[in-house]
């Protein structure tokens, strides 16, 4: 196979390459405009004339990176690949970061250059290199769509392609060992203890927690069991949804502290409905329901967890991080990594230990200390030997 390149500007080349020939035996060629050095320009040849030689060539598309990446989005939805959180995120992640800067490219003219200066210019509008990489998650994922249906020979987001920009690894925040007791005593005369209380000792996530049914809770045999999250979508009601995954769904045992708050509450919540005339609560009844009877919004959770900790003076930490100490206290006490792992309802082991990875840096002693108690003094090799 034959091809060549010409200089059209001052970093624009074009590349033609040949195909085989037609049914009528006529020779067949095909061009195409390559942005970037001459090294991009023969990199792209390269990778034509590979695709022609295997039988991988693709014919020439006039399909844009949005028009592609927003048909995907619809497939992924459709398909229940995603939900609707998910959805709605990655639209944004469309409309504010793909469309602006390449939404107009042609699909099959999109090279690693063009990723690498779609970087560049979203860092140089001043979002953070998460943001970047969560924009370039959504455009690798479509990307594979197409290589997959035959419509790109490479995914240039992909393994071999321009990389996400790297995100520096933040610990979670947690509350220490020492500020556990005295923050559950500050806590306890106010309104959100038992939501606290359900996050810091069951490690439950804020979605969780506002899903939680009373049926879902046995206080006699003291377990509850997740089953559902509350959703937030912009622009759409409040949905009730099970877990992403069946790990999400889990039992759990409460200890006493988490029993003793959610007893209280059930009272109070009964004497309240008694107090208007509005009689026992439905089977189905909400631990912590809205004024409707229906679900709160995690945001409003949030809200109401800041200012409730900066009026007691407890440490700045966020709702969510009372999961994340919940997990710590799990770690210090070296339980272990399946047992945790279930309990916070990660689909694998390997996310707690990835998450949590710096809480375990100071444990590895631990197995050396098993090791040698196993094996016991007299076992142990004298030196030299």
């Known amino acids: 196979m034959r091809g060549s390149i010409t200089r059209r500007g001052k970093a624009s080349w074009r590349i033609k390459f ?12 095909r061009f195409m405009t390559v942005r970037g050095g001459k090294k991009d320009a023969q990199q792209k040849l390269s990778e034509q004339l ?35 959180a998910t959805r709605e995120r990655y639209n944004v992640l469309l409309k504010k970061q793909i469309s602006p800067h390449i939404g107009s490219e042609a699909l099959q003219r999109l090279g690693t250059a063009e990723v690498q200066a779609w970087h560049s210019m979203m860092r140089a509008a001043g979002l953070s290199a998460l943001t970047v990489r969560h924009a370039h998650a959504v455009l690798r994922k479509a990307l594979g769509d197409a290589v997959r249906h035959g419509q790109l020979s490479r995914n240039v987001c992909g ?13 979670p925040m947690i509350l220490k060992k020492d500020q556990v007791a005295d923050v559950v005593d500050k806590l306890r005369e106010t309104d959100i203890f038992p939501e606290a209380m359900l996050a810091l ?34 622009g759409q009601p409040l949905t009730i949804k099970r877990p ?46 809205g004024q409707d009877g229906g679900p709160c919004r995690r945001t409003a959770l949030s809200i109401r967890w ?5 009026a007691l003076g407890i440490p700045d930490v966020t709702f969510h991080a009372l999961r994340h100490s919940h997990a710590s206290q799990l770690i210090a ?36 200390d098993a090791i040698n108690q196993a094996l016991g003094a007299s076992s142990v090799p004298k030196t030299g030997r």
């Open 18 to 29: 040949d195909l085989p020939a037609g049914p009528d035996g006529k020779r067949r060629s």
């Open 50 to 84: 590979v695709a022609v030689g295997k039988g991988e060539y693709v014919e020439a598309s006039k399909t844009t990176i949005a028009q592609h990446v927003r048909a995907r989005i619809d497939v992924w939805h459709g398909a229940g690949d995603i939900g609707d």
């Open 159 to 171: 393994h071999d392609g321009q990389r996400a920009p790297k995100v520096p690894k933040k610990k």
């Open 201 to 234: 000792f069951c490690g439950l996530r804020a979605g969780e927690v506002l899903a939680l049914a009373w049926s879902a809770v046995d206080l006699e045999s003291r377990m509850l069991q997740v089953k559902a999250s509350v959703e937030e979508v912009a």
């Open 244 to 289: 992403k995954t069946d790990d999400g769904e889990r039992r759990l045992t409460m200890p006493e502290i988490v029993v003793d708050a959610l007893r209280d509450h059930r009272r109070q919540q009964l004497e309240r409905r008694l107090a208007l005339g509005i009689g026992r609560l439905d089977a189905g009844a909400l631990v912590f329901p």
């Open 306 to 310: 800041g200012k409730t900790a900066a």
């Open 333 to 368: 006490a070296k339980v272990d990594i399946v047992t945790i792992s279930a309990r916070l309802g990660h689909a694998d082991p390997s996310i707690t230990l990835r998450v949590y990875s710096h809480l375990f840096e100071n444990t590895d002693s631990a197995a050396a």
